[in-house]
């Protein structure tokens, strides 16, 4: 009998948190979207710090 295979597991997995800055959102408490750029390289720091990524790999 076949064993079952969850096909949508993600093989790599990293979670980090962002705090936002007061200047980086305007009046009405939004985030300004070009502020989404630097979240999302924060957010591959964390993950190549985490699976030992550095920029030359």
């Known amino acids: 009998m076949r064993q079952k ?9 990293d979670r980090t948190t962002i705090k936002v800055r007061f200047s980086e959102i305007d009046s ?6 070009g502020e989404y750029v630097r979240y999302f390289e924060d957010g591959r720091e ?9 920029y030359l790999q």
Not at 46 to 54: D, R, T, W
């Open 28 to 33: 009405m408490q939004i985030v300004w979207h």
């Open 5 to 13: 295979t969850n096909l949508h597991t993600p093989a790599l997995i």
């Open 46 to 54: 964390s993950f190549g710090k985490h699976y030992s990524l550095g």
